[in-house]
């Protein structure tokens, strides 16, 4: 990796913008949607592919977590940040792009329930007991009874990424090509990438983060996912419905059902005997005849702190990072993507737990 060459005559011919931006999934989205409404020139780079995390994400917000059903980190901005978000973008590209919803949540067995119960004292925002359930046994087979998480967002990802890739062609802001950090040459005050110079270029690659030169110290951690599309006629796609998994409206009048969390892979491929798992369990849960229409997969760029990566490199100011949003990026990026634009515009702090300088340590060995 080469310093940036100074002179000015090396730049005659060059495309400039303020923000060079890598990757077009949710981060490189909100990213660059918060830059170009701020007025600031953006350039995303972004090869297509077909299968990537936030392509094949169900695009659910859920503000409680886990067996011990709690909330979500700093769920209390994050949600109403996230709705605000979808909303107005959603107008700009003159279609709609968030629901609210429900989950509800079959009892697998009796201690489940049990937490539940006993939550349910104690979280009155979001956890309820449904009503009608009579109406569910129609649909469902279950012995221990349905809880209700209110307060839930369903995000039409593919309408976002689709309608705002458009919107980037549009605006002569989008280059279709795989990025190659070989031709990317830095300084402490702005890049040159092939016949294009930038004040910072801004790392949303996903799991392609794994290998950066600038950020492959960071704790990152692999993790797979899977998914079946199907089409379930006769099963109302107002809620999203969960037992072990999760059956969530999709496009189409089709659902996605899933996902996995596979720590240990060999390949990305969909695997069989995955799918014959989900039937099996479907087979018990579900009365409704179903048909499978698609089986998807990609790896997700998860975390091992659980944290997103939001800032630039404690010693290369002119490269920054919005990346790790993990299975949560629905609730994640909307806020954080903002949080960034306001600290390269204007200096505002960001939130020192998702800041990446928190990593200054192992960061400082990048490059070395």
Not at 34 to 63: C, H, M, R, W, Y
Not at 303 to 329: C, D, Q, T, W
Request: charged share 20%.
């Amino acid at each position: 990796m080469q310093d940036l060459p100074v002179s000015p005559s090396t730049f005659l011919g060059y495309t400039d913008c303020d923000y060079l931006i890598v990757g077009q999934g949710i981060c490189g989205t909100l990213l660059s949607w918060n830059l170009q409404k701020a007025g600031k020139k953006v350039i995303v780079i972004d090869e297509p592919q077909p299968f990537t995390a936030s392509k094949v994400a169900s695009g659910v917000v859920n503000p409680v977590t886990g067996r011990r059903i709690v909330r979500t980190w700093r769920i209390e901005e994050l949600l109403p940040f996230a709705l605000e978000t979808y909303t107005t973008l959603g107008d700009e590209l003159g279609t709609r792009l968030v629901e609210h919803c429900s989950i509800l949540d079959f009892f697998p067995g009796l201690q489940m329930k049990e937490s539940f119960e006993k939550r349910l004292a104690e979280e009155t925002d979001y956890l309820h007991i449904p009503g009608n359930q009579e109406a569910l046994t129609t649909l469902f087979n279950y012995h221990f009874g349905v809880g209700e998480i209110r307060s839930c967002l369903l995000v039409d990802l593919n309408e976002l990424l689709a309608g705002w890739r458009t919107m980037l062609m549009q605006r002569n802001s989008l280059r279709e090509e795989a990025f190659e950090w070989e031709e990317c040459l830095v300084d402490s005050s702005q890049v040159q990438y092939k016949d294009i110079r930038a004040k910072v270029v801004i790392c949303c690659e996903g799991v392609r983060g794994f290998t950066n030169p600038y950020f492959k110290n960071l704790p990152y951690t692999r993790m797979k996912g899977e998914a079946l599309i199907v089409s379930i006629p006769g099963l109302p796609a107002d809620n999203i419905y969960k037992q072990g998994i999760n059956i969530v409206p999709w496009e189409d009048g089709l659902f996605w059902i899933g996902s996995t969390y596979e720590w240990e892979f060999t390949d990305l491929m969909p695997t069989s005997a995955w799918r014959l798992k989900v039937e099996e369990q479907l087979k018990y849960w579900l009365k409704l005849p179903y048909t499978i229409v698609d089986h998807l997969a990609s790896e997700r760029p998860a975390n091992m702190e659980r944290r997103p990566f939001v800032g630039v490199h404690p010693r290369y100011p002119s490269v920054g990072i919005l990346n790790g949003m993990g299975a949560k990026g629905c609730s994640l990026t909307p806020f954080f993507a903002k949080q960034l634009t306001d600290f390269l515009i204007n200096g505002t702090p960001i939130y020192h737990d998702a800041d990446v300088t928190r990593f200054a340590k192992v960061l400082a060995r990048t490059m070395n």
